[in-house]
């Protein structure tokens, strides 16, 4: 499905020189990645909702053959990574803190983008269980502009102490990074083993932010993600 929408490609080099503009604002390196990513899961034992695999941890476990593919692969995503001058975070997740706010939640599981003050794209891969989502600049409305939500926020923004202008309020709350799917139209998958790199939102960028959210994890499986 992403070949209808958004640039393939094959190589990490070409995932990087692909041109950003308008609606083009994501590309994927499709892959089909060789070895057991859930035994490396399964290894690490945490408390708390998530951990950062670090690379001594990576290589301080013992693993089976299909697993160290599956290790060297990682590891050699987040060297790529980091000599392009990223900082990639590798993460095993049981689930992401979620807003105690039904009315406008601002956590990852909303359709969101990326906001950064330089020129700089995000970058995204889960390895295992869930995968990341993304709909299209078209398939959305950004949710301040919905009037019934721009009407409550005006509410909240009033029973503070008005020491900020509304936008200030907006724009420091993150309420403006936030979307809503128009229509019924189906979130594309990331799919798993896909490296993607995201258009953000930073000043003077030539295509619109790639929108995004983290998924309803499957049945408490964990999820086995890089992003920088």
């Not at 609606?23 to 034992?45: M, P, S």
């Not at 009033?158 to 900020?164: D, P, V």
Request: aromatic share 12%; glycine share 4%.
């Amino acid at each position: 499905m992403t070949d209808s929408y958004f640039p393939t490609v094959s190589n990490f080099e070409d995932l990087l020189s692909t041109s950003f503009h308008g609606e083009t604002n994501a590309a994927c390196w499709k892959r089909q990645l060789k070895g057991d990513f859930e035994e490396i899961v399964n290894k690490v034992q945490f408390d708390g909702n998530m951990i950062e695999l670090t690379e001594e941890m990576l290589r301080g476990l013992y693993l089976s053959e299909d697993a160290q593919l599956a290790r060297e692969t990682l590891l050699n995503d987040m060297r790529l990574l980091s000599d392009f001058g990223a900082e990639p975070i590798l993460n095993i997740i049981k689930n992401y803190e979620r807003d105690d706010v039904s009315f406008f939640a601002t956590d990852v599981y909303s359709f969101h983008v990326d906001r950064s003050p330089i020129p700089v794209d995000t970058f995204l891969c889960t390895y295992y269980g869930a995968s990341s989502e993304i709909l299209l600049n078209s398939q959305v409305q950004q949710k301040i502009l919905v009037p019934e939500i721009r009407e409550e926020l005006k509410k909240q923004y009033q029973a503070t102490s008005q020491e900020q202008t509304f936008a200030s309020f907006i724009e420091e709350n993150f309420f403006d990074l936030h979307y809503q799917a128009v229509g019924n139209f189906q979130p594309i998958s990331c799919g798993n083993g896909n490296l993607w790199r995201l258009a953000t939102d930073y000043p003077e960028s030539k295509s619109l932010p790639c929108v995004q959210r983290a998924p309803e994890e499957n049945d408490g499986k964990k999820r086995l993600m890089l992003i920088c």
